[in-house]
Each structure stands twice: as structure tokens, then as C-alpha cells.
Nanobody, 124 residues
Framework: QVQLVESGGGLVQAGDSLRLSCAASGRTFSNYVMGWFRQAPGKEREFVAAISRGGINTYYTDSVKGRFTISRDNAKNTVYLQMNSLKPEDTAIYYC?????????????????WGQGTQVTVSS
């Protein structure tokens, strides 16, 4: 079992930056593939980014490539999502998720543990 707590969301203007953090507690953090997902009002939850257990491999949805960066610090049990050049369409609740399997996956059913989410609102 692992507990996840996101932080860092807020209200920003288009073009601004935010860094989300997800602190994990419980089992060994480095055993988990970590992902970020988001859900906008009236839409399904969608994949944003994921990172392998050692932090070597990263994956992004096309709409955030070049703007968002996922990283992790296994010594601090924390995964980050640096979001630059934010757009109004990035407005959503952002969720951190942990996957026990060894392979990185980009679909939410593949993840076993979820945080409560943090709201990101980007005004135009």
C-alpha cells in the first residue's frame, strides 16, 4: 500500500508555470512506476505523463510534450510535474498515481494507487 498526496496546484494565467509535487508514503517508492493524469470538467480522466521506477524513461501525451516535464526523487519519495507555457486547456484536476508493475503504462486502469488530486486553473 502507498499513500499519495499532491500539492502545488493553483490559479495561473496562460503562459505561466506551475510545479506539482506528489509525496508518497508507505511501501518503497522506487518500486513504483509513477504517473500523472488529469480530468477536466465533463471529460474523462486522461494520461499526462509517466516515469519509470529509476527515472530513466519518461512518457508524455502529445498535447504536453515540450511543455511539461515529469521527474522523481526516490530519496525524497516524491514525483514532480513541471508545467510550463500553461494553456487554458490544461485546466483540470491533476492526479498522481502509482503502478506496482515494472512497465510504464499510460492508461488509468493500469495504476493501483491514486492521490486525491490538485486543481490547476489556467485563465486566458
Amino acid at each position: 500500500q502507498v499513500q499519495l498526496v499532491e500539492s502545488g496546484g493553483g490559479l495561473v494565467q496562460a503562459g505561466d508555470s506551475l510545479r506539482l509535487s506528489c509525496a508518497a508514503s508507505g511501501r518503497t517508492f522506487s518500486n513504483y512506476v509513477m504517473g500523472w493524469f488529469r480530468q477536466a470538467p465533463g471529460k474523462e480522466r486522461e494520461f499526462v505523463a509517466a516515469i519509470s521506477r529509476g527515472g530513466i524513461n519518461t512518457y508524455y501525451t502529445d498535447s504536453v510534450k515540450g511543455r511539461f516535464t515529469i521527474s522523481r526523487d526516490n530519496a525524497k519519495n516524491t514525483v514532480y510535474l513541471q508545467m510550463n507555457s500553461l494553456k487554458p486547456e490544461d485546466t483540470a484536476i491533476y492526479y498522481c498515481a502509482a503502478r506496482t508493475g515494472p512497465m510504464v503504462r499510460t492508461t488509468s486502469p493500469e495504476y493501483d494507487y491514486w492521490g486525491q488530486g490538485t486543481q490547476v486553473t489556467v485563465s486566458s
